[in-house]
Protein backbone atom coordinates (compact mmCIF):
# COMPACT_ATOMS: atom_id res chain seq x y z
CA UNK A 1 0.00 0.00 0.00
CA UNK A 2 1.67 3.14 -0.96
CA UNK A 3 1.01 6.19 1.43
CA UNK A 4 2.20 9.53 0.84
CA UNK A 5 3.55 11.98 3.98
CA UNK A 6 3.51 16.10 4.02
CA UNK A 7 5.96 17.77 5.67
CA UNK A 8 7.23 21.60 6.12
CA UNK A 9 4.01 23.59 7.08
CA UNK A 10 4.10 25.91 9.97
CA UNK A 11 3.67 29.49 10.60
CA UNK A 12 4.91 32.27 8.84
CA UNK A 13 4.24 36.18 8.63
CA UNK A 14 3.00 37.46 5.60
CA UNK A 15 5.65 38.02 2.73
CA UNK A 16 7.67 34.73 4.20
CA UNK A 17 8.48 31.42 2.51
CA UNK A 18 7.88 27.52 3.22
CA UNK A 19 8.80 24.42 1.67
CA UNK A 20 6.52 21.65 1.52
CA UNK A 21 7.90 18.33 1.04
CA UNK A 22 5.80 14.69 0.05
CA UNK A 23 7.41 11.82 0.41
CA UNK A 24 5.88 7.97 -1.04
CA UNK A 25 6.80 5.00 0.77
CA UNK A 26 5.77 1.64 -0.21
CA UNK A 27 5.51 -0.28 -3.94
CA UNK A 28 5.15 2.24 -6.81
CA UNK A 29 5.97 1.48 -10.54
CA UNK A 30 5.17 4.75 -11.98
CA UNK A 31 4.04 8.18 -11.30
CA UNK A 32 2.13 9.75 -13.59
CA UNK A 33 1.09 12.85 -12.05
CA UNK A 34 2.20 14.86 -8.79
CA UNK A 35 -0.18 17.79 -7.24
CA UNK A 36 -0.64 20.10 -4.60
CA UNK A 37 -3.94 20.74 -3.51
CA UNK A 38 -5.28 23.03 -0.41
CA UNK A 39 -8.57 23.56 1.33
CA UNK A 40 -8.87 26.84 3.85
CA UNK A 41 -11.76 26.48 6.35
CA UNK A 42 -15.27 26.65 4.98
CA UNK A 43 -13.82 26.42 1.49
CA UNK A 44 -13.66 23.81 -1.21
CA UNK A 45 -10.39 22.09 -2.15
CA UNK A 46 -8.18 23.53 -4.87
CA UNK A 47 -5.54 22.54 -7.05
CA UNK A 48 -2.71 24.44 -6.37
CA UNK A 49 0.31 23.02 -8.70
CA UNK A 50 0.74 20.03 -10.79
CA UNK A 51 3.46 18.09 -12.71
CA UNK A 52 3.30 15.57 -14.65
CA UNK A 53 6.04 12.70 -15.40
CA UNK A 54 7.32 15.00 -18.44
CA UNK A 55 8.63 17.79 -15.94
CA UNK A 56 5.02 19.91 -17.44
CA UNK A 57 4.01 22.49 -14.63
CA UNK A 58 0.32 24.18 -13.92
CA UNK A 59 -0.45 26.31 -11.45
CA UNK A 60 -3.79 28.14 -9.90
CA UNK A 61 -3.84 31.60 -11.54
CA UNK A 62 -3.63 32.97 -7.37
CA UNK A 63 -0.14 31.39 -6.91
CA UNK A 64 1.85 31.63 -9.88
CA UNK A 65 4.89 33.53 -10.02
CA UNK A 66 4.87 32.96 -6.26
CA UNK A 67 4.99 28.92 -5.88
CA UNK A 68 7.20 26.31 -7.64
CA UNK A 69 6.36 22.99 -7.61
CA UNK A 70 9.00 20.20 -8.26
CA UNK A 71 9.85 16.98 -8.10
CA UNK A 72 12.58 14.31 -7.45
CA UNK A 73 11.67 10.92 -9.38
CA UNK A 74 14.61 8.89 -8.28
CA UNK A 75 12.94 9.75 -4.71
CA UNK A 76 9.17 9.69 -5.63
CA UNK A 77 9.56 13.06 -3.93
CA UNK A 78 7.80 16.35 -4.89
CA UNK A 79 7.96 19.66 -3.62
CA UNK A 80 6.28 23.33 -3.21
CA UNK A 81 8.63 26.19 -2.73
CA UNK A 82 6.22 28.70 -1.40
CA UNK A 83 7.58 32.68 -1.56
CA UNK A 84 5.60 35.96 -0.61
CA UNK A 85 3.05 34.24 1.25
CA UNK A 86 -0.45 35.59 1.57
CA UNK A 87 -2.68 35.50 4.70
CA UNK A 88 -5.26 33.97 1.90
CA UNK A 89 -2.61 31.12 1.44
CA UNK A 90 -3.44 30.29 4.76
CA UNK A 91 -5.20 26.17 4.30
CA UNK A 92 -4.05 22.75 5.00
CA UNK A 93 -2.04 21.13 1.73
CA UNK A 94 -2.41 18.02 0.45
CA UNK A 95 -0.37 16.36 -1.74
CA UNK A 96 -1.85 13.93 -4.58
CA UNK A 97 -0.06 11.46 -6.65
CA UNK A 98 -1.84 9.86 -9.45
CA UNK A 99 0.22 6.57 -9.86
CA UNK A 100 1.32 2.81 -10.53
CA UNK A 101 1.31 0.34 -8.07
CA UNK A 102 -0.69 -2.96 -8.05
CA UNK A 103 -2.96 -0.74 -10.15
CA UNK A 104 -3.25 2.44 -11.73
CA UNK A 105 -5.09 4.48 -8.55
CA UNK A 106 -4.56 8.17 -7.35
CA UNK A 107 -3.40 8.58 -3.43
CA UNK A 108 -3.65 11.45 -0.98
CA UNK A 109 -1.51 12.90 1.93
CA UNK A 110 -3.00 13.18 5.45
CA UNK A 111 -2.29 17.68 5.01
CA UNK A 112 0.19 19.78 6.27
CA UNK A 113 -1.15 22.91 7.80
CA UNK A 114 0.31 26.35 6.72
CA UNK A 115 -0.80 29.50 8.24
CA UNK A 116 0.24 32.91 7.25
CA UNK A 117 -0.33 35.98 9.68
CA UNK A 118 -0.76 39.73 8.62
Known amino acids: QVQLVESGGGLVQAGGSLRLSCAAS????????MAWYRQAPGKQRELVAR???????NYANSVKGRFTISRDSAKNTMYLEMNSLKPEDTAVYYC????????????WGQGTQVTVSS
Open 51 to 57: ITNNGIT
Open 96 to 107: NYELRSVVLTTV
Open 26 to 33: GTIFSINE
